[in-house]
C-alpha cells in the first residue's frame, strides 16, 4: 500500500509568480484536503476535494484553488504569491470526506518559500 | 464556529515520567476530536480519535485521551515517556468536514 506522496520537496518563488503543488493519494481513497502550516503554528485548512470537486473550505483567498483528477491525485495551485504564503503545505487523503470519523493520512509536504 | 486551544506551547518531561498535553475546544456541532503527532520531517500520524462512542480514548504508542464535556476537554496522557515520543502534537476538532487544528505542544523528552 503506497503512502501520500508530494511533489516537490521544496520550492522557491518570487512574490507575484504562481505555483502548483502535486499530491498522489493512498490508494483507493476518494478524497484529498490541503492544508497550510506557516512556522510554529498548526495546520490551517486550505479546502478539500470530494470525487472531484471541492466540498468545503476553509479562510483562504480565492488565488488558492485545485484540482482533483479521476485517479483522486490533486493539485494545488497558488497565483499571485505573497511572502506570507510561505509555509509547509500538507496533503492528507482519507476514505470519504472529513468528517467525525474518517481518518486522513499526511503526506510529508512541499515547504514553500516565497521571496 | 470551533476552536481549538493547546493550553502549553512546550511541554519538557523526563524519560519515564508520565506525560500530560492539555487541549480545550469549543463546538457549535457535536464535537469529534483528534490527537495527532508531527515528527520532524514525516508526516502527521493520527494518535486517537474520540467521536460520541466511549469517553476514554486509547491510541498508539501508549497514549490515551478523555472527553470531558463539562469540561470542554480532551487531554492527552501517557504513563511513561519514551525518547522517541518527542515530537509536535495537535489536537484536532472536526464539525462539517472542517477541520480545526491546535497551534501545537511541543514535547520534550530529557533522559
Known amino acids: 500500500e503506497t503512502g501520500v506522496t508530494q511533489s516537490p520537496t521544496h520550492l522557491i518563488k518570487t512574490r507575484g509568480q504562481q505555483v502548483t503543488l502535486r499530491c498522489s493519494s493512498q490508494s483507493g481513497h476518494n478524497t484529498v484536503s490541503w492544508y497550510q502550516q506557516a512556522l510554529g503554528q498548526g495546520p490551517q485548512f486550505i479546502f478539500q476535494y470530494y470525487r472531484e470537486e471541492e466540498n468545503g473550505r476553509g479562510n483562504f483567498p480565492p488565488r488558492f484553488s485545485g484540482l482533483q483528477f479521476p485517479n483522486y491525485s490533486s493539485e494545488l495551485n497558488v497565483n499571485a504569491l505573497e511572502l506570507d504564503d510561505s509555509a509547509l503545505y500538507l496533503c492528507a487523503s482519507s476514505l470519504g470526506r472529513v468528517n467525525s470519523y474518517n481518518e486522513q493520512f499526511f503526506g510529508p509536504g512541499t515547504r514553500l518559500t516565497v521571496l | 464556529a470551533q476552536s481549538v486551544t493547546q493550553l502549553d506551547s512546550h511541554v519538557s518531561v523526563s524519560e519515564g515520567t508520565p506525560v500530560l498535553l492539555r487541549c480545550n475546544y469549543s463546538?457549535?456541532?457535536?464535537?469529534?476530536l483528534f490527537w495527532y503527532v508531527q515528527h520532524p520531517n514525516k508526516g502527521l500520524q493520527l494518535l486517537l480519535k474520540?467521536?460520541?462512542?466511549?469517553?476514554l480514548v486509547k491510541g498508539i504508542n501508549g497514549f490515551e485521551a478523555e472527553f470531558k464535556k463539562s469540561e470542554t476537554s480532551f487531554h492527552l496522557t501517557k504513563p511513561s515517556a519514551h525518547m522517541s515520543d518527542a515530537a509536535e502534537y495537535f489536537c484536532v476538532v472536526t464539525g462539517s468536514y472542517i477541520p480545526t487544528f491546535g497551534r501545537g505542544t511541543s514535547l520534550i523528552v530529557h533522559p
Open positions: 463546538s457549535s456541532y457535536s464535537p469529534s
Open positions: 474520540y467521536t460520541s462512542a466511549a469517553t
